[in-house]
């Protein structure tokens, strides 16, 4: 299961832990006439897909979470029993992982590409880049920080707690078995803390801190709790007798106060112990092959194969262009700033807002299947940690039900919103999710992460979104660009702090530069990319290789270019590294006629 953000980290730790035992394929083709060539493609594609689904269930039930939002009947696809687990952060596991992931990559590597069908070449090119990319990442596994103050295991764990939705008194019964699991899962994540302590990669104290401050936060309003109160509304969804419905709130509220609120307690007595043990209060260049890791974290959060520094180029070529941009809409029109800081607004409802979005897209994007979503809000003891707002992805056999989160501490009733909406609903994560589900999206896929293609498909619908808001098109295009240019000063400071090593000093030079003096500000985002390294390059290096395949398909189908296509094609390809959507997309692009 995942949460696509509006700046915010990943979710639960991945690691495709399986053992395999399948037939050695031979990579080559059988002699014989043509029908028996014909049998063996058959055969090796049969034996492919089915593969991929062994990985995909033998994946899924890992962890009982993921296993919960990512199928709503696991039955039907054959998993009838499986462990209650929140996953394994033991150093065990940990040393396993590169095991398993080398062995997988073996069993990958026995089919012969050539017979496979266009799609399930598609599926090889992108698990083989997906199990290198992990087996690279194995040598930095104590470098990776689960307890990021904003997205963290510690802030991310309650919003799926509170989600859990219950379809039957087994959902339940697994619900209080992993919540009861909670001490034990934080346990295990606090040895690697203090393993990572050991080491001299312990988080620095100011970021300890915040982290200490987030888990504080949790453990507020402990007697009207809201896993007290949404687990109670759930129970009443389901034809429970007042008396079941009384022994469950009981269950859980016993767990809560002697299991799940004290692995918070002692969580941050451990965070106290450690917070003083951090050597480094800058970028992560400044750990022992910090430099390689960013490099091959870069890649993982991206998908964009270009060198750090050619990235970093990049980034600031494309936001010296929106500057232009903006500078020219403003010679046009004297008064731009001023009708873009005094905007009327109309839609000050979220529904409002994504119906007029659902409607303006039509033009440019194919028509989703019928779905439907919920708007919930953010508990507001959390609103300071968490993200603006967040998706919650459905389960691959019932992607119609979805679920946005608002968090109003930073998202009032105007444009910003509108965008955000666009960013988490339509055409941005929702969407995506379901228009790729319903192209018979193969199930091993749905959990390989690819954060530069999801998150930066989002970010360039948000930039989309100021031109479906009816607003003034200089008024539109201006606000676009601006924003494009502020999350691009984001993107460089990340590769500013963790590549190039810039000091505190550096980074308020390089803000100043384009003309943000707030030491108050800028320390507050120095701290937010310390503490989350490459978050912000899977947006906005997304969003850039977005704006770049447009115009590579623009140069190739010239006349028979279309949005429509364009977009339908992407979709259609799924999230992938940008290389493999570039080879790919003549593939599946209908050209227009």
Known sequence: MKIYTHFVQRILPFGLLMTLCIASLSGCQTQGNHADTETDTKAVNLAFEEFTNDLFLEEVVANTINLHYSVENPAALGIEEYEITLGDFSEEARDASDTYLLETKNALSQFSYAQLSLENQLTYDVLMDFLNTQIALCDYDLYEEPFSFSGGLQMELPILFAEYEFQSEQDVKDYLKLIALTDEYFDQAMMLEAEKSDKGLFMSEDLCELVIDSCESFLLNRENHYLITTFESRLKELDFSEQKVASYCRQNETILEKQLFPAYEDMIIQLEKLKQTGKNENGICYLKDGKKYYETLVYSETGCADRVDVIFQRI???????????????????????????????????????????????????APPDCSYEINYVEPALEEFLAPAFYIVAPIDNYTENVIYINEGYIASDIYAFTTLAHEGYPGHLYQTVMTYSYSFPHIRTILSYGGYVEGWATYIEMMAYGYAGLDEDVASFLSHNQAATLSLYASSDIGLHYYGWTPEEMKEFWAGYGITNEVVINEITQLILSEPGNYLKYYVGYLEFLELKEYAKDLFGSGYSEKQFHKAILDIGPAPFAILEEYLPKYYSPQT
């Open 316 to 366: 600031e070529n494309q936001r010296m262009n929106d500057l232009l941009v903006c500078t020219q809409l403003q010679k046009c029109n004297e008064n731009l700033i001023q009708e873009c800081s005094s905007l009327e607004w109309q839609m000050a409802n979220p529904t409002t807002m994504l119906t007029r979005l659902q409607s303006a897209i039509l033009n440019d994007f194919p």
